[in-house]
């Protein structure tokens, strides 16, 4: 089984190399968010809960949704393996993660770390904002912060899967098959 964390700074390309990865290594895609809604909107009893406290304005605890995504394992046996996107983002959460995993016999083989300078992701992200309408995307101090915040709480993830030498970073400047080819060949070395 073949399981990734795709990481990188907001603007990174962690989407299109996500996708791009899914289809070549039929791998299942958890991203956070999507889990998050999907059990919102099935009326799961982790997902009513996560709705309450979201409709609170409370972030939800790691418990949670180490639960949605214990789930969304439990309930996809054929999958090749999983490309976590948006989780972990603390080493609080990828221990949760490692032992969640360990339960069910598998592991996390490798942390694919797309590497962009700042000032290359405030350029992508602005240009994405004129596409999306995302607000987020369209104004460069947002931007920054964002970064900023990805530098501070979320970067030292990175140190966590480097002590278990499963930290590769990748050069996410190129074009999407060059970088597409660099990531394969990681993979397929592993």
Known sequence: MLNLVLFGPPGAGKGTQANLLINKYNLTHLSTGDILRSEITA?????????????????VPDEVVIGMIASKLDNSPRSNGFIFDGFPRTTAQAKALDN???????????????KVEDSE??????????????????DENIIANRINEY??????????YSKQNKLQEIDGVGSIQEIAS????????L
């Not at 982790?46 to 309450?52: F, I, V």
């Not at 016999?105 to 942390?111: G, L």
């Not at 405030?122 to 995307?137: C, E, F, M, T, V």
């Open 121 to 138: 992701l405030i350029k992508r992200l602005l240009n994405r904002g004129k596409d999306s309408g995302r607000s987020d995307d369209q």
């Open 100 to 114: 969640l995993l360990e339960e069910k016999n598998t592991s996390i083989n490798i942390m694919l770390s797309l």
């Open 151 to 160: 530098n501070n709480k979320t970067a030292p993830l990175k140190d966590y």
């Open 182 to 189: 660099n990531l394969n060949q990681v993979i397929e070395n």
């Open 43 to 59: 009326g799961t009893k982790l997902g009513l809960e996560a709705k309450s406290l979201m409709d609170a304005g409370n972030l």
